[in-house]
């Protein structure tokens, strides 16, 4: 059950008593519909939600459709922080905390704890769970124009930008470079807003290109995304309606890099009429060059102009080492066109097989000791359905090997007691200790392994 309102504590005139009972401080995920909370109107506006017996919760509403909470669970004794107009403070031993949940002064201690926010399709919250990074999304990761030297400007299309991780995704940035030797300038950007969920729109003009193909890479990056920038293939294809139908490829060539074991992102290549008429009969064919063979596919949407070639390679078992093979284009009664393509697979330092790892099917699930990386045991995380981390399960404090505790979900030092959450970030214990030491997870989304360096 939510209760709603304003947070009241009493205030001593000196140190009070620690609660007989500490709350649980991170509550498992609730729903909250925010159109039914007149507090979380306007910008900036607060509310304190209370869900079940865990700890009260702080939901700010800090853009149009961004919120963000926090447990108000102190974390030096466990009382109950106070809720004001110019800040968060703790009535047990003064410590006093920013909007945000950072720790301003009074009794040294942690920063408020933060919440994880997702927003549903409906509009609603589910808060609650250990925050996880945002994960940059796009909609698409292909955007095609089609004139002709005598038609209008193509319409212009958009690409929705979204989060599916946690947390607030902002400072969204773009980058726009076009293809090696190509012309500049025929293409446009405008965002909406720098925050997810955000509308890319992208604007194409001919100007005075002559026929041919055309092709741009826009770079989209978010601060804290753990999935890293992500990338979209535009091109531009003007046609010549007056001549006869021919082949014309986005790119010629195609790189991908890949762990022992991993399965790089596939990429697309659009196949285009750049005459007139119609082009049919399009077929695609694999050629192994160097290294091992059957490691990629190569797969047409439909076999009439334009259409989508998505070319998917898989490391597998292929060993270390450079791989390369050229992909076939046909058509009917017009010249074939070739893909280039390259297959980088590098040594990784330990890699994890997901389904050996029951707790790593569920978002905020941990596995504990899943090998050894730098001569250390290793812990990994789910931090979205696309996402993982992984942390030295070296205590930072005084490098005791650190349990996994509370259903798979933080981690506890067996030393001094030291709580560590599933983002590897320290809550509590007698001595301060740093957060656990990150490793470098390589992963791509639909993939049975992970590597970690």
């Known amino acids: 059950m939510l209760s709603l309102g304003a947070l009241v504590s009493g205030c001593g005139d000196g140190i009070i008593s620690a609660p007989v009972q500490v709350l649980d401080v ?6 909250l519909d925010p159109a039914t909370v007149p507090e979380l109107a306007p910008i900036g506006g607060r509310t304190v939600v209370v869900s079940g017996t865990s700890a009260p919760v702080l939901v700010e509403r800090v853009g149009s459709a961004q919120f963000r909470a926090l447990s108000l669970v102190c974390p030096h004794r466990g009382t109950i922080v106070e809720v004001a107009s110019s800040g ?9 905390f920013a909007n945000d949940g950072t720790w301003l002064s009074g009794q040294p201690t942690a920063g408020l704890t933060p919440l994880d926010v997702r927003r549903n399709s409906d509009g609603s919250l589910m808060i609650g769970g250990t925050l996880t990074p945002p994960v940059l999304s796009l909609n698409r990761s292909a955007v095609v124009f089609l004139t002709t030297l005598t038609g209008t400007a193509p319409a212009a299309q958009t690409v929705a930008i ?9 400072d969204l940035a773009l980058a726009l470079t076009y293809g090696p030797g190509q012309r500049t300038g025929w293409l446009s950007l405008a965002l909406s807003q720098a925050s997810a969920p955000a509308i890319l729109t992208l604007s194409a003009q001919r100007g005075t290109l002559p026929i041919g193909v055309y092709s741009a890479t826009v770079t989209i990056t978010g601060a804290g995304v753990s999935n890293g920038a992500q990338t979209l293939s535009v091109s531009l294809l003007v046609q010549d309606p007056t ?3 021919a082949l014309q490829l986005s790119s010629s060539s195609v790189a991908f890099t890949a762990p022992i074991g991993g399965t790089p992102a596939a990429q ?38 334009p259409a989508a070639l998505t070319v998917r390679p898989s490391a597998g078992t292929l060993a270390a080492g450079s791989y390369s093979a050229t992909v076939t284009i046909s058509a009917n009664g017009v010249a074939s066109r070739t893909i280039t393509v390259t297959l980088t697979v590098t040594a990784v330092g330990l890699l994890v097989t997901l389904a050996a790892w029951p707790a790593l099917a569920n978002v905020g699930g941990v596995a ?12 990994v995380t789910r931090l979205s359905a696309t996402s993982f981390a992984a942390f030295s399960m070296r205590c930072p404090h005084a490098g005791t090997t650190i ?8 981690f506890r030092c067996p030393n001094h007691g030291a709580l560590f959450n599933s983002a590897g970030v320290w809550q509590s214990s007698p001595q301060r200790a740093e957060n656990l030491v990150p490793l470098t997870v390589t992963y791509t989304p639909g993939a049975t392994t992970l590597s970690v360096t």
């Not at 697309?268 to 009429?273: G, I, S």
Request: hydrophobic share 35%.
């Open 26 to 31: 991170v509550p498992a995920p609730f729903r």
């Open 88 to 96: 968060l403070r703790c009535p047990n031993h003064q410590a006093v």
């Open 162 to 170: 979204g989060n599916d991780g946690g947390g607030m995704l902002g």
């Open 243 to 245: 001549t006869p139908a």
């Open 268 to 305: 697309v290549v659009q196949c285009n009429n750049s005459g007139g008429g119609a082009l049919a009969g399009l077929a695609a064919t694999i050629d192994y060059i160097a290294g091992g063979r059957g490691w990629l596919t190569a797969t047409l949407n439909q076999t009439t102009a």
């Open 368 to 379: 504990g000791s899943v090998g050894n990386v730098n001569g250390g045991p290793v812990a």
């Open 403 to 410: 349990n996994v505790v509370n259903n798979g979900t933080s």
